[in-house]
Nanobody
Framework: VQLQASGGGLVQAGGSLRLSCAAS????????MGWYRQVPGKPREFITT???????NYADSVKGRFTVSRDNAKNTMYLQMNALKPEDTAVYYC??????????WGQGTQVTVSS
């Protein structure tokens, strides 16, 4: 499984961004996809997951502001981020978990929110 994340950038506080994560390879084996983020010196942080059936789960810090979606026909996952805050600044990574419990990561995309 290969994952390609895109859509990061610089935005002012209160603004919006949409991240995309395109999957390729053994996509039939993907069960859960998700987004994580990391700032220097800290562990990678869970943001959200979405199953192949569309069930979602969110970290409390992003509930009500971020929305994950998945287009299975395009093998792509999205993260709509609204009401962005400076503390959302991080490198965002997409993740795929397969039915055999293997984890795959995309290359990361930088999101910077200015105050």
């Amino acid at each position: 499984v290969q994952l390609q994340a895109s859509g990061g950038g610089l935005v002012q506080a209160g603004g919006s961004l949409r991240l995309s994560c395109a999957a390729s390879g053994s996509i039939f084996s993907i069960n859960v996809m998700g987004w994580y983020r990391q700032v220097p010196g800290k562990p990678r942080e869970f943001i959200t997951t979405i199953t192949s059936g569309g069930s979602t789960n969110y970290a409390d810090s992003v509930k009500g502001r971020f929305t994950v979606s998945r287009d299975n026909a395009k093998n792509t996952m999205y993260l709509q981020m609204n009401a962005l805050k400076p503390e959302d600044t991080a490198v965002y990574y997409c993740n795929a978990q397969t039915t055999s419990a293997l984890w795959y990561w995309g290359q990361g995309t930088q999101v910077t929110v200015s105050s």
